[in-house]
């Protein structure tokens, strides 16, 4: 059922191209509870990619400043942590300790020029604030 929901997440234009962005959304886990899913959108004309942030060698997030997810040339993404960097287009490990490793990857698709996740089921912000009022 969650393959034909999609979750809008931003627009296009709020993520320049040749960039790369870091969402904070919460999703509802297989045995039903709700889980922290930081994710990375990289934005690269028309195509946009997405991965977990989290680095393949140790868990840690990519970046190492708020949205800060490139290498210094803008053309990989790199861990903050140990350097690692990736294929923008397919989240391998090119160098590092994690070399030959993925990160794992977040199915996306692009709807009436809005990034959406999809293949998943977020809990919304109405969700989250409905769940406090009841608690």
Not at 57 to 85: P, S
Not at 113 to 118: A, E, G, L
Request: glycine share 10%.
């Amino acid at each position: 059922m969650t393959d034909h929901v999609a979750y809008a997440i931003c627009g296009m234009n709020e993520i320049p191209s040749q960039k790369a962005r870091g969402f904070h959304l919460m999703i509802v886990a297989e045995d039903g509870s709700h889980k922290p899913w930081p994710i990375i959108v990289v934005r690269w004309g028309r195509q946009v990619f997405g991965y977990l942030n989290r680095c393949p060698h140790d868990g840690v997030n990519l970046d190492w400043e708020r949205n800060q997810f490139l290498d210094q040339n803008g053309t990989r993404l790199m861990c903050g942590k140990h350097g690692a960097t990736f294929e923008l287009g397919t989240g391998k490990c090119v160098d590092g300790p994690c070399k030959g490793k993925n990160l794992t990857p977040v199915a996306l698709t692009v709807l009436d020029n809005d990034i959406c996740v999809t293949g998943v089921t977020l809990i919304e912000d109405e969700d989250v604030e409905s769940n406090k009022v009841e608690a």
